[in-house]
């Protein structure tokens, strides 16, 4: 299901190359948003040319997520395979009755399996100056939802295949793209670094080591973007001979820790990463699965960073400081061996 | 009246009073307890689903309903036993008792208990048939207190943007649960949908037979091209919102009784033929609630 890695494609160009292949192939598959057509192309360009290449699938919509939210689920339930971009993940405030109450809620409140093959993609996270509305990081609130499935590609992913496997998978998909993620170059095996799938599942968890040789210091579990970060991370620490395995899943909801329990239990020391706010996070969840787990094994308590509970300010000092960041990760791992 | 029009009205009668009398079974049976949550009934509203239902065609036409949809789902050809079992939350409903009053899906019929939610999703279904070209109309039932929801609005204007094959059938009962209409909505109420330039009739929504000949023209306009309709149906709900704790007038209530589709309908037809009918649907939807209680006893 996952094939190869193409050699250096960025983030963009692999979800782009995707919608054009499956558009190509599924002429169920209808493509959703606003400012998507060319010569636009969407916010993020990641639309760019599907408009030229199939006029009638690519459907740009009013400035109504809710509304064209609900739109594709209809059209899911009669049998197309819509693909929803919402422009800003902040956005997706606005749609959350229909992706919680509609979407979601009808694979099975019906009291059999139905097919809402539907897929609503959109960027998350901070780094561009756009401030506190168009900043956030907000996939926490829907993790946990039943029958929403949550995926959030790291740069060491694949990020088009996942996508069509979250086309495929014909429940709601909740597809998570960091904005910082896209201009990036697709992660592979190189100096430092070795990369691999750690489960082999439609939406799979990498594990990126900075070591060939020898057991892991610190096991570092993150998602989506926070691959930008780990990677030059992981090779500065692999000159400092410190070893780190970072496992990256892809799939953040429903969610389990079982590929990562080996890996926990060897090294004992545990860092999990997130760009969203403290509190309530994706991390508190990955915590109390892996202490359950592991707890006789732990050498330290579960480390836990994520981004400070406030507001995303737009000037760069303030939004650095409030965004974990490499040298927040950095000093954590080091108190983690201290 | 000529014979087809005593042709309709007949069919139309019975299917009324079945899904009166289902209606009234559940109040009942929510005071004896043996109905937990809540029902909406649509007592005094019957004329708007039996005629609007009346003019799609079954298996290619799609309902979309709301939380007041049980006579939706009886007039779009739903049976009864499997509904009322649904509602006493019985594995032999037609969703095996999960989904309950609100939440009924069966062949081109779905229910939802969010107001006005399913405005969008219906319009997403009308894009689909349009595209498939499978010919098939959306009809989404709502009522008046559903309008002051923000993706109603949405799907008008999505749906009059691309000319989809959706009918809106707004049953205005004056009330949006204890609120009336004159403290939720400014502005004129039944022209919602005329900024967006969607034809909209106003019509009695309790003389079944002028809901019937609206329906069928509104539908045939929307599959024949003509874009998204909106029937805006004056009607008067008889019953409680939900299960009781009504706070509104008797007499008022009483006074609109005598207006009701019901009795309406029955003023053209023979009484004794209406009272036999009434008899008749009264001990069938009975013996459907025995059966169910009787399965439930001896499975216990």
Known sequence: MNAPLPASTTYAKSLNAALLEMMREDERIYFLGEDILDPYGGAFKISKGLSSAFPDRVITTPISEAGFTGLATGMALRGLRPIVEIMFGDFLAIAADQIINHMAKFVTMYGRDLEVPVVVRTPMGGGRGYGATHSQSLEKIFLGTPNLTVVAPSHAHDPGQLLRNAVALGRPVLFIEHKMLYPETLLASGGALMIEPLTDEPFPTMLMKNFSRGAADVLIVAYGGMSRLLAPLARQMAEEEINLAIALPALLSPMTVAPLLPLAAQCGRVLLVEEGTTGFDWGAEVAAQLYAATYKTLKAPIARLASRAEIIPTSTAGENAMLVGAADIESKILELLA | ?300
């Open chain 2, 1 to 300: 009246m000529d014979a087809k029009r005593n042709d309709l009205l007949t069919g139309f009668y019975e299917k009324m009073v079945l899904i009166n009398t289902v209606e009234s079974s559940l109040l009942n049976l929510f005071a004896e307890g043996l109905l937990r949550g809540t029902v909406h009934t649509c007592l005094g509203q019957e004329a708007i689903p039996t005629g609007v239902c009346a003019a799609l065609e079954p298996g290619r036409d799609i309902v979309c309903s709301n939380h007041r949809g049980h006579g939706h789902f009886l007039a779009f050809g739903g049976e009864a036993r499997p509904l009322i079992a649904e509602i006493m939350g019985d594995a032999s409903g037609v969703c095996r008792g999960i989904g309950g009053s609100q939440h009924i899906q069966l062949g081109n019929f779905y229910s939802n208990g969010i107001l006005g939610g399913m405005s969008p999703v219906a319009t997403g279904m009308a894009l689909a048939e349009k595209r498939k070209g499978s010919g098939g109309v959306v009809v989404q039932f709502l009522g008046d207190g559903a309008l002051a929801e923000g993706v109603v609005s949405e799907a008008f204007n999505m749906a009059a943007l691309w000319s989809l094959p959706i009918l809106f059938a707004v049953e205005s009962n004056g009330f949006a649960q204890s609120t009336p209409t004159a403290l939720e909505h400014a502005g004129k109420l039944s022209a919602r949908g005329a900024p967006y330039g969607i034809p909209i009739t106003e019509l009695d929504g309790n003389d079944v037979l002028a809901v019937h000949a609206a329906a069928q023209e509104a539908v045939g306009a929307a599959r024949g091209a003509g874009g998204p309709q909106i029937l805006f149906m004056n009607t008067y709900r008889l019953g409680p919102h939900s299960k009781g704790d009504d706070p509104r007038d008797p007499a008022e209530i009483a006074r609109h009784a005598e207006q009701a589709p019901i009795p309406r309908a029955r003023a053209g037809l023979d009484p004794e033929w209406c009272d036999t009918t009434d008899h008749r649907i009264a001990a069938e939807v009975a013996a459907i609630i025995q059966g169910i209680r009787s399965a439930r006893i001896a499975a216990q």
